[in-house]
């Protein structure tokens, strides 16, 4: 009963209200493929999430696992566009999720690389791991990411995990235990969301 209950706020956390109808037609659209051209990373990558007043969280990203997902992230994360946003739902026991874009900065959105997408993915969303959130359409994702605050394997196979915290899991203990939320699908007023003050490409 516990891992349903959450599970439903998995799916109203991660999954805004959609379509069932539509939802159906993209999950089996499979145009949304990699860009033709477009050079995708390969191998492990490595950034610094700075979050302000709390400290530095490092990442490893997969891009052999999840290149268009990681390659994505980079290149958000090297334009600045991340630098300034929050993490606007937290959820103690599950996971924080922010990057969610400004008014008319929506990035377009990418191919999801999980399972249920029809693309292999080894990371489990344990601990530590970072993953993108999305709307009902499996090719949704765009800039939000969540970090896995304590192990959520039921979300193996629906959402593209890309890469853990490699240091600075306190940090996300501290946010996910203290942050002040509003209801049970942790709902985060914008003066107490936690800020981003920038992401860093490291290699």
Not at 12 to 27: A, H, M, S, T, Y
Not at 129 to 146: E, K, L, P, T
Not at 150 to 166: I, N, R
């Amino acid at each position: 009963m516990k891992k349903f209950v959450l599970l439903v706020l998995c799916l109203l956390l991660v999954f805004p209200c959609g379509c069932k109808k539509e939802e159906k037609e993209q999950n089996t659209n499979k145009e949304e493929t990699p860009v033709q051209g477009k050079e995708y990373l390969s191998g492990k990558h490595h950034v610094e999430l700075e979050i302000e007043n709390e400290g530095v969280i490092t990442l490893e990203l997969d891009a052999d696992v999840a290149p268009i997902t990681v390659t994505n992230f980079i290149d958000l994360a090297k334009d600045g566009f991340y630098d300034g946003l929050t993490f606007h739902r937290i959820i103690n026991g599950f996971m924080m999720q922010g990057g969610a874009a400004k008014s008319g900065e929506e990035p377009a959105n990418i191919k999801g690389e999980f399972a249920a997408n029809g693309v292999e993915n080894s990371i489990s969303h344990v601990r530590g791991v970072i993953s993108m959130a999305r709307a009902d359409a499996y090719n949704s994702a765009s800039s939000q990411f969540f970090i896995v605050h304590k192990d959520s394997t039921y979300l193996d196979g629906q959402y593209a995990a890309f890469g853990h915290v490699t240091s600075g899991m306190e940090i996300v203990d501290s946010i996910c235990e203290n942050t002040k939320v509003e209801d049970d699908n942790g709902t985060v007023l914008e003066e107490n969301q936690p800020v981003i003050k920038e992401i860093r490409v490291i290699d």
